[in-house]
C-alpha cells in the first residue's frame, strides 16, 4: 500500500526505515531514498529501469550535510552561498571517491523533507527511465502504486 500524505515527518520515518517517497520538486515528482542505504538505491534504479551507470543526484537540507559527503572548494563554497537553495546542481568530488552531485531544493517541500532527513535524498525525477516527467499524483500511483512506501502530495505540479 501507498500511502499519499502531506506529513514530512512520517515520510523522513519512511526513508529512514530504506523506504521509497515520491515528493514534489521545482520541475516534477521525484523519487527519494536514503542516497547512503545502497539497498534503497538500488531499488530506485529497479522501479525507474535506470541504467546502472547513470548517476543519481541527490538534495540536501543544509551545508553540514554536503560537508559530511562532499570536498568543497572556496569557489564551491561561494556557489552554495549565492545560489543555493535554488534550481542549481553542483558536482564536486565526494568523501568516499567519485563525484557526489547536489541540490538544495527550491521547492518548499523538498526543502523541508531534506532538512528533516538530515542525509542526502535521491533526486531522480519520478518517472521511467526516458519517459516523460510526472507532475500528478494521480500518475505515481498508476505507475508506482505499491511499491513506493508514500507520496508526499504536492498537489498537482506545473509544468
Known amino acids: ?35 547512503t542505504n545502497q539497498t534503497a538505491v538500488k531499488k530506485i534504479y529497479a522501479l525507474k529501469k535506470r541504467p546502472r551507470g547513470k548517476q ?9 550535510v554536503v560537508e559530511r559527503h562532499a570536498l568543497l572548494g572556496a569557489d564551491d563554497n561561494n556557489i552554495v552561498r549565492k545560489l543555493m537553495p535554488g534550481r542549481l546542481t553542483l558536482v564536486c568530488r565526494g568523501r568516499s571517491g567519485g563525484e557526489f552531485a547536489f541540490r538544495m531544493p527550491l521547492h518548499k517541500t523538498a526543502f523541508a523533507l531534506a532538512r528533516r532527513f538530515g542525509k542526502p535524498i535521491t533526486a531522480t525525477s519520478a ?10 499524483v494521480n500518475n505515481l500511483l498508476k505507475l508506482y502504486g505499491g511499491r513506493i512506501d ?6 498537482t505540479l506545473p509544468r
Open 1 to 35: 500500500m501507498t500511502i499519499i500524505s502531506r506529513d514530512i515527518k512520517l515520510a523522513a520515518r519512511i526513508l529512514r526505515r530504506g523506504g521509497i517517497v515520491a515528493y514534489p520538486t521545482e520541475s516534477s515528482y521525484a523519487l527519494g531514498c536514503d542516497a
Open 56 to 64: 543519481i543526484t541527490v538534495i540536501v537540507g543544509s551545508m553540514k
Open 127 to 136: 518517472n521511467i527511465s526516458g519517459k516523460k516527467p510526472i507532475y500528478k
Open 150 to 155: 508514500m507520496v508526499l502530495d504536492g498537489g
